[in-house]
């Protein structure tokens, strides 16, 4: 038996769980519709921004699951960086958007790609191979910094550091035959 507020709602309580429910009713039938019109529209607003938000989702989700298959990653105002390191003999490489400060270890290292609205990338790959694949996908004359140190003084379990002269000679050439304006930070070797 529903229960009978003070105004013209009547509560009824859904049949799985102990929450409850409100239906507006009234006897007058232009009202009836009035109301359903206003709760059809309610409905409707609120299925649009959950669809929304789905989509911006599922949006982040893949510009982030989808970054290293991109055909043509975006120009940078700033450039971007290259930083790279050994790890179980096996060359490391991550592309990451050039900006004002410094990264953090965690942040060139952490595995994960991701490739924002903003134009934001972080690229992580491995094997002289597939940095070439991402590097042949910036745009011509876009500039690529090598880093082989943080720069920030933390010391750290992994060494960031060029591959050895035959790897990073390849790759540098590489860059520049895409068109690229590749610097070397620091060479070490």
Known sequence: MPIKPATNQVLFPRDTTNNWCIFYHSLKLSSSFAELSKWYNYLLKSITLIIISIVLVLGVLVSSIGATSIEELPHSFKG??????SEYSQWHFTLITGTNRNKTIEEITSEGDSLSETGWVRIQVVGADAIKDVLSRLPEGESVFW????????????????PPEQ??????????????????AVQSY
């Open 147 to 162: 880093c082989d140190e943080l720069h920030i003084g933390q010391s750290t379990e992994t060494d960031l550091q060029l």
């Open 167 to 184: 790897i990073a000679g390849a790759i540098e050439k590489y860059a520049k035959q895409c068109g690229l304006d590749f610097v070397v």
């Open 80 to 85: 971007y960086e290259l930083y790279s390191w």
